[in-house]
């Protein structure tokens, strides 16, 4: 779904830590807020949904870092990472517009 106004922008991120119902991605460039929901796209093209942005903090090496919460599906078993995010991985990419949830009834951003 596109809004009006709202430009549809995608990265291709790092994963610090994938969860089953949540993820840590590192991002450089993409614009992105408290609230906002993005599309989370695994690089094999298995795994697809939309997602809440719930905390950004500043990493030490001064990048971003998204705290996403798997809005449709889990994340399956072969994404996931242990607790400390040491098993980095090629991250989904994001596709996001400066959408609330609510705006988004279809699920697609």
Do not use: Y
Not at 54 to 63: F, K
């Amino acid at each position: 779904m596109r809004v009006p106004g709202a430009r549809e922008q995608e990265e291709r991120a790092v994963a610090e830590c994938v969860r089953v119902w949540d993820a840590r991605v590192r991002i450089s460039s993409l614009p992105a807020m408290k609230g906002a929901i993005v599309l989370v796209e695994d690089a094999g093209g298995g795994f697809r949904t939309r997602a809440e942005v719930r905390h950004i903090v500043i990493g030490a090496d001064g990048d971003p870092r998204l705290d996403l919460v798997f809005l449709d599906a889990p994340a399956p078993t072969r994404l996931l990472t242990d607790e400390e995010g040491k098993g980095h991985q090629e991250a989904p990419g994001i596709n996001s517009s400066p959408t609330r949830r609510s705006a988004s009834p279809e699920g697609q951003v």
